[in-house]
């Protein structure tokens, strides 16, 4: 058995920034990993030729805390290809016009359905201290679209484009997230989708990971399922599948909520909790790369709502070929290796083109992460956030799905991350024992 004054269980943003945090202030930390690798529901992968980013990839000055992380290592942000064109399919019509034209018709109606953002999030790293949010947490983003007085055309342009935000239905997404993710950029709706869509990681999402573990002297444990947790006054003890063991005085258990449930913590922790990760999150969709043949131009387009793949953008402009990022709402409806399958799926939305090949990661099949970026259901903040951020005896929850600010995305991972190391760094202080170090050996 190894034992250290800390473990952090999953090497994923929040994990890496918590045992870094941790490991950097003097405290002997283990970070446990299932895979084989570190960054969790990011990948930087080579695939189709080049790296792909397979999950989480674009960030933004609004975004403090993963911005400033950019910032400590001198790694720079590179900005994302401006686009030309556009189509969008309404009422079973294909319509085309210029990049610029779509984000107009999007405009009005983002903004008809954010205005109230500031308002019911007038501190938006606050999202508990905010009034009013009980009465319409339980309200779904689809209902909130619908009782909007628009035009059908720009109704189900505005559905398909939070289909694409959600990567799920909108039928149980919470429509508070929505006004969330607005209020963190400031209330500006094209803030916040540059936001989400313009700059990726110089050296992608690895480069920063990499960093951030160089920066650590946390031991970091690969291929370690860990299968169960127990918990006394004495300490928690951390055991994997394979069986091996780790002790410690305090436990963070940065995990995706989908998977907190395949975990048997003994005693269990809240129902609470328990219900929160039975629920999952809304995130539950595709993020596809299609190759396609021949040089094509700059474009973007949206699909309706229910099409396997509802997005498509024009990422890589070569020779003689193209390479586009494809989103759509169920994962179980895009085959990540069935190029056959991406074809018709791309026929459906931006006709006239021939797939070469394609690639991708099914992150809700995956064990690890069952989920893509955590958009929540309804009623997650009023009923669930506060529990899952109130620690158990020596048990706290991090990641991207608990987080204050920008849930959902790496910055938020980062920032819980953070909160989670200052607060059982705090409860080491308060036990007051000397460290145990990391490699000591007992029983
Ligand atoms: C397709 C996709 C696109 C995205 N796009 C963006 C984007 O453009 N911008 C953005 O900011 N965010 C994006 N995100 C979201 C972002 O990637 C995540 O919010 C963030 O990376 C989550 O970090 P985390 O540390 O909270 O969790 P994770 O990254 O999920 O880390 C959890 C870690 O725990 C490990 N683990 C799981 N089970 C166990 C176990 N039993 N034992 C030990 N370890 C275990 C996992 O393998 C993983 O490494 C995207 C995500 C996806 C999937």
Redesign the pocket.
């Known amino acids: 058995m190894e034992t250290s004054d800390v473990i952090v269980?999953?090497?994923?943003?929040?994990?890496?920034?918590a045992a870094r945090e941790l490991s950097r202030s003097g405290h002997a930390t283990i970070l446990?990993?299932?895979?084989d690798?570190?960054?969790?529901?990011?990948h930087l992968a080579e695939r189709l030729g080049r790296n792909l980013?397979?999950?989480?990839?674009?960030?933004h000055w609004t975004?403090p805390y993963?911005w400033a992380e950019m910032g400590r290592y001198g790694i720079k942000a590179l900005p994302g290809p401006e686009f030309t064109k556009a189509s969008w399919i309404v009422g079973g019509t294909r319509h085309e016009g210029t990049a610029e034209s779509l984000m107009e018709l999007l405009d009005g109606p983002n903004r008809l359905l954010l205005a109230d953002s500031r308002r019911y999030f007038p501190m938006p790293w606050s999202p508990l201290e905010n009034p009013g949010v009980a009465d319409i947490d339980e309200l779904t983003l689809s209902e909130a679209i619908d009782r909007l007085d628009l035009a059908e055309d720009e109704r189900q342009l505005l559905r398909s484009f939070w289909t694409l935000n959600f990567?799920g239905r909108l039928d149980q997404a919470a429509y508070t997230q929505a006004l969330r993710w607005c209020a963190v950029a400031s209330g500006d709706w094209q803030l916040m989708f540059e936001a989400?869509?313009s700059f990726k990681i110089d050296g992608g999402?690895r480069a920063l990971a990499e960093a951030m573990l160089a920066d650590s002297t946390a031991e970091l444990r690969l291929n370690?399922?860990?299968?169960s947790i127990g918990q006394d006054d004495e300490g928690v003890l951390v055991t994997?599948?394979s069986g091996k063991q780790y002790a410690a005085r305090q436990l963070i258990v940065?995990?995706?909520l989908s998977?907190l449930n395949?975990?048997d913590i003994q005693p269990a922790l809240s129902p609470g909790k328990r219900e929160a990760a039975a629920r999952g999150q809304a995130?539950r969709?595709?993020?596809l790369w299609v190759r396609v043949q021949g040089r094509q131009e700059r474009f973007v387009a949206f699909g309706p709502e229910t099409g396997a793949l509802n997005f498509v953008q024009a990422e890589y402009i070569d020779h003689d070929t193209t390479t586009l990022v494809c989103?759509g709402p169920d994962a179980g409806a895009v085959d990540v290796e069935d190029a056959a399958a991406a074809q018709r799926h791309l026929d459906a939305i931006v006709p006239g083109l021939t797939v070469l090949d394609v690639a991708g990661?099914n992150?809700v099949a995956?064990?690890?992460?069952r989920?893509?970026?955590?958009m929540h259901y309804t009623g997650y903040l009023t009923r669930y956030l506060a529990e899952l951020q109130r620690p158990e005896g020596r048990i706290r929850l991090?990641?991207?799905?608990?987080?204050n600010g920008?849930?959902?995305?790496?910055?938020?991972?980062i920032e819980?991350?953070l909160d989670a190391a200052r607060q059982a760094a705090s409860a080491l202080g308060r036990e007051a024992r000397p460290p145990i170090a990391a490699t000591a050996v007992v029983g």
């Open positions: 269980i999953g090497a994923g943003f929040a994990g890496l920034t446990l990993e299932a895979k690798r570190i960054a969790g529901r990011t980013e397979l999950g989480g990839t674009w960030v975004q993963v990567n989400c869509a999402t370690q399922g860990v299968s994997t599948e940065a995990l995706p998977v395949d975990i995130g969709g595709a993020k989103f990661h992150w995956d064990q690890h992460a989920s893509t970026w955590p991090a990641g991207s799905d608990v987080a920008w849930g959902g995305f790496i910055d938020g991972a819980s991350g």
